[in-house]
Every structure is written in structure tokens, then in C-alpha cells.
């Protein structure tokens, strides 16, 4: 028998607490004693990490097309944004000099190419004699890379490898277009100068195959950590505030 020194009453008349129960277990000398439940795991089990991972690719093979084509079209919007700032500098330079300015291809950065692939890069010079080049390194202005590395191709009119400025501003009847398209042999824009020298850009309304057909792949750069140090560094010259601000190049 319980002794009444045990009873929750002698405790209580003693000032000590009453005792502690388990409130999952059932009160009383003959109830059978409970095992606690145990806590549930909050982890992600192996089918759910599948599931989601399916999803993922899903979205991602989605998006990834439209992505491409967004990013192809902002490197068609920066060559030809660097295009149109080279002709604008090229004819400010004629009217601020007094001389023919040229703006031709080329490969090593000092001599204009005699095909009309722009891919490469561009000089612009002074052609005070009219022979077309570069006679010497002071005459070169600005030297530039084209935007086309890798990703895109320039290509100009057959037969039109210049674009020749007067120092009145006209285009000396060198009007031409130089053609942005990638390697797949598409059309994507074109840069379009006319007689007068005014330079514009324009976009295909519909699928058009580049000028020349398909273009072949592009070939290892060799050349530019030696010969085309070409920085884009605009050298001194009195341009108007408008025009006369450096031309970045950016391989893209």
C-alpha cells in the first residue's frame, strides 16, 4: 500500500510540487505504457529529386532556343552600332582634315585587304594621294576589330572593298553594303551607305541567304596577340563633340 506521505495531498501539505505525469501516456497503475511517435522526416525523398530535376530540363531545353536567338541579335545590333560609328568618324574626318578618308578591311592593321571580307577588322586613313592606301603610319587614324570573331561574318558589295569619304562629306561614289550574317550563311542585317555618303542600317523582313551563299568557317586567330594590336584607341583629331567619341571594339 501507498503511504500518505506519498499522496499528492502530503506533498502538496509539505510544500513540495506534485509530481510529473507524461501527457502520452495514460494515467492510471494498469495502463500499458506508449511508445512516443517518431518525428517525421522534412528531407525530399529520391522520386521527388527526379521529378524536379525532369522538370528543370524541360523548361531548359524550353527556353534555351528563343535565348539564342536573343543573344544573336544583340550581337548583330553591336556590329552594326560600331559599323555605323566608324562611317560617321570616317566622314568627320574628311570634312575636319580637308582630305579623302578612307575606310577599307584589313588583316594586320597597317594595309587595306583587296577582298570584301570585313571580318577582321578596319582602318581608316588618310588617302591624300588617292592610291587607295596607307602609305604611312601616320596617315592611319583608327584601327579597329570587328565584332565578328567568332559569331558573325562581314561581307561588302562585290567589287566595293572601300568606303571613300571627299572632303565635302560625299561618299566619292563609293556606295556600298557590307552584310552581317552568321556562319550558317543567313542574313541577319546590313549597313547600307548611298552616293551621298549617309550611312543606314537594315534588317531582312524575311529568312534571305547571305550574298556569296553559305560561309565557310571561320579559321583560328593568329595574328592578333602579334600583328592587329588593335585597341580601338582613337588617336587625336578635331572632331566635332557629336561625333568625335571613341569607337570601343568588342569581340563578342
Not at 30 to 41: H, V
Not at 116 to 145: C, E, K, M, T, Y
Request: proline share 9%; glycine share 6%.
Amino acid at each position: 500500500m501507498r503511504s500518505n506521505t506519498d499522496s499528492p495531498c502530503s506533498r502538496a501539505e509539505r510544500g513540495y510540487p506534485p509530481p510529473l505525469t507524461d501527457p502520452q501516456r495514460p494515467q492510471g497503475m494498469d495502463a500499458p505504457l506508449l511508445t512516443p511517435r517518431p518525428l517525421r522526416s522534412s528531407g525530399a525523398s529520391l522520386v521527388e529529386v527526379l521529378v524536379c530535376t525532369l522538370i528543370l530540363a524541360t523548361l531548359s531545353a524550353i527556353a534555351i532556343p528563343p535565348l539564342n536567338g536573343l543573344v544573336e541579335r544583340h550581337r548583330v545590333d553591336v556590329a552594326t552600332h560600331i559599323l555605323l560609328q566608324n562611317l560617321a568618324l570616317t566622314r568627320a574626318t574628311a570634312v575636319s582634315r580637308r582630305s579623302t578618308a578612307a575606310l577599307c578591311p584589313t588583316l594586320n592593321g597597317s594595309n587595306c585587304l583587296s577582298s570584301n571580307d570585313w571580318s577582321d577588322g578596319w582602318i581608316l586613313f588618310l588617302d591624300r594621294d588617292g592610291n587607295r592606301h596607307p602609305d604611312d603610319p601616320g596617315n592611319i587614324v583608327h584601327q579597329a576589330i570587328a565584332p565578328a570573331s567568332r559569331h558573325l561574318q562581314l561581307r561588302s558589295s562585290a567589287g566595293r572593298h572601300q568606303v571613300r569619304y571627299l572632303p565635302d562629306g560625299r561618299s566619292a561614289g563609293s556606295n556600298l553594303t557590307i552584310s552581317i550574317c552568321n556562319k550558317k550563311g543567313r542574313l541577319l542585317g546590313s549597313v547600307v551607305v548611298n552616293n551621298a555618303g549617309r550611312a543606314r542600317s537594315a534588317r531582312p523582313k524575311t529568312a534571305t541567304t547571305c550574298p556569296g551563299g553559305r560561309l565557310l568557317p571561320l579559321p583560328p586567330r593568329t595574328n592578333r596577340a602579334q600583328g592587329l594590336r588593335i585597341s580601338a584607341t582613337l588617336r587625336t583629331i578635331r572632331l566635332p563633340a557629336r561625333i568625335a567619341q571613341p569607337v570601343r571594339a568588342l569581340d563578342c
